[in-house]
């Protein structure tokens, strides 16, 4: 088993307008792409796990999710890096549709942390979790990961640089 980094997406890795799903909206945080090289060279496996109820809402539909997706790892691979893996939660508490509304999956629970730990091989107490809510950061500690608060729009890599150094060993060259 290997420890890998989660990262939520909204206001943590990319800005967030607002059920952010337009691919000409897309934008990363502050040195977010030295701070994915970072990781990837470092061969840490790199999720996001992310809440999307967006799509529950039907502000956007699950393909503009996709298309914003692939984009993203497509910009992070520009950058020399690697996503390996996402899971979102499509689900909202106030979606009209009853069957939308209630999940296992939705951050705080810690379910898609679980599940990509499982799809991937990962140990979650050797992990870390980071995200700009506090949502995050009790799905981190749910399931059992090192968990660290964000600031949005602050910079990455000088927030992620002892996290690395702390629980993975890494210093950036
Ligand atoms: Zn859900």
Redesign the pocket.
Known sequence: MRPAIFFDRDNTLTIDKGYCHKIEDFAWMPEVEAALRLCHQAAIPIFIVTNQGGIARQIFSYDDMTAFHHHLCDKAAAAGSHITDIAY???HPKASDPAARL????KPAPTMLHQLATKWDISLAQSVMIGDRPSDILAGQYAGCHSYLYEPHSPMMRFLAPILAAHFGVTPS
Do not use: G, L, Q
């Open positions: 939660c499509p689900h999940c296992d999956c939705r």
